[in-house]
């Protein structure tokens, strides 16, 4: 004990050493060497290789003591008296270390109580698991939500997404019966992988040619288009990664309505737009460090909603598409809370999916096992999204006339990844 004692403490002095009246710059530099001299893991999907990557009972400590200091030091500087760019670093440095100070209290009590086998049946079945979870719903949405106010917004997504299914089901004058039986025609379905392409590629041209409309930096990164050949990504309609949208076209025929929605969420504006913004927004040492997925997720959905003034969803069958999907992450917000913190059953949880959703059973066990395996993951998309949603409408309100879209964009994205609550004080800052 006394050699680690001694060996933590001498970290600690290198990483934070004694200063008089340290400046804020020299304090941050020293939180970046020490941070990254941590090794700390990435958050990861499964929590069961998130349980399984924790260090010893010494690494814990070393990760106590850094934050610890952090937080004290931290405490020296007034968030008032620091410019814009450092009051940026302030608040991530605090959030992150009050973040992290949970999650060591967590794996602290892992490590006294480990089973010696992580239960892979979901997180509700370790040690400790509502806690877990509660704690992994703040790392990935990076807001404040408990799970029971979680549940509630997921259930109040169910309801305004199905009013907007019978809207359009409305327009096309079918009876709730035909309209799903409709949806199945062959004529929804496209079996030339040429086809597919040329598809995607018409929505592209559309939109990068109204791009203008809602954005005032249009300067982004070439984009390709490319299919899939990923089979383990195949339950998924497609993806996105450095510069390049894929779509997944496997066995079945591909469906159009999921063209327009999902070129917008993974490529433009979506994923591949935020990602180009981001390369060119200069960002502190502090910053890089975090990325924050639940305003990455969110804004990929967000822009979904964007479809008929970027030109796109010009049937009610093409806008249809992305509220089919939307109702299946918006189902999955409370299931999410309901298996991993309420404990229901897998048969719970289907019936009320069967309940929610109809014509989608195919996928209902998948994205259960899903949900048991990746806890609190699906909230990012529906959370993230409605927040930027409500920022919108609450501007617009504020602003009157004077409410400009492409600002608003602007104030989103301009400042890098950041936390909601982060991305809230831009959006809101100029008045």
């Not at 999902?262 to 040492?285: C, D, N, R």
């Not at 502090?286 to 964007?306: H, R």
Request: net charge neutral; proline share 4%.
């Amino acid at each position: 004990m006394k050699v680690f004692i001694v060996a933590a403490s001498a970290f600690m002095l290198s990483v934070f050493p004694v200063k008089k009246q340290q400046t804020f710059d020299a304090f941050c530099k020293d939180f970046v060497a020490g941070y990254n001299g941590l090794h700390l893991p990435q958050l990861e999907l499964s929590y069961v290789s998130g349980l399984e990557h924790i260090g010893t009972a010494a690494d814990v400590q070393k990760q106590l003591d850094f934050f610890t200091k952090a937080k004290t030091g931290l405490s020296a500087f007034e968030a008032d008296q620091l410019n814009e760019s450092e009051k940026v670093d302030y608040e991530l440095i605090s959030y992150e270390t009050g973040l992290n100070l949970e999650r060591i209290t967590l794996e602290q009590d892992w490590l006294k109580n480990k089973p010696a086998a992580v239960p892979t049946n979901g997180i509700i079945n370790i040690p400790n698991g509502k806690a877990w979870y509660t704690y992994l719903l703040k790392r990935w949405t990076s807001a404040n939500a408990t799970p029971d106010e979680i549940y509630q917004f997921g259930l109040t997504e169910v309801s305004r997404v199905q009013k907007h299914i019978d809207a359009i089901r409305l327009q096309t004058g079918l009876s709730e019966d035909d309209f799903y039986k409709h949806l199945n025609d062959p004529s929804f379905f496209i079996s030339d992988p040429k086809v597919v392409q040329q598809s995607f590629e018409n929505t592209k041209e559309i939109i990068y040619a109204n791009l203008p409309k809602l954005f005032n930096n249009t300067n982004i990164a070439p984009l390709k288009i490319e299919k899939g050949e990923s089979r383990q990504l195949a339950q998924t309609p497609g993806y996105y990664d450095s510069n390049v949208f894929y779509y997944n076209l496997f066995d079945k025929p591909y469906n159009k309505r999921q063209i327009d929605w999902l070129f917008i969420h993974e490529g433009v504006p979506g994923h591949h737009y935020q990602a180009s913004i981001e390369a060119q927004t200069k960002t502190s040492a502090v910053q890089q460090l975090f990325y924050y997925m639940g305003f990455a997720e969110g804004w990929g959905a967000y822009t979904e909603e964007l479809g008929k003034q970027l030109g796109v969803y010009k049937t009610p069958y093409d806008e249809l598409g992305k509220w089919e999907w939307d109702i299946v992450r918006s189902v999955r917000v409370p299931l999410d809370v309901a298996l991993n913190y309420y404990g229901w059953t897998d048969e719970q949880a289907l019936a009320f999916w069967k309940k929610n959703i109809r014509g989608q059973d195919d996928i209902a066990m998948r994205e259960i096992a899903r949900m048991r395996r990746w806890p609190a993951q699906v909230v990012t998309y529906k959370y993230g999204a409605l927040q930027i949603l409500h920022w919108k409408e609450e501007l617009q309100q504020k602003q009157g006339a004077k409410f400009n879209i492409r600002d608003f964009h602007s104030r989103v994205l301009d400042h890098g990844s950041l936390p909601l609550f982060m991305v809230k004080e831009n959006v809101f800052k100029k008045g």
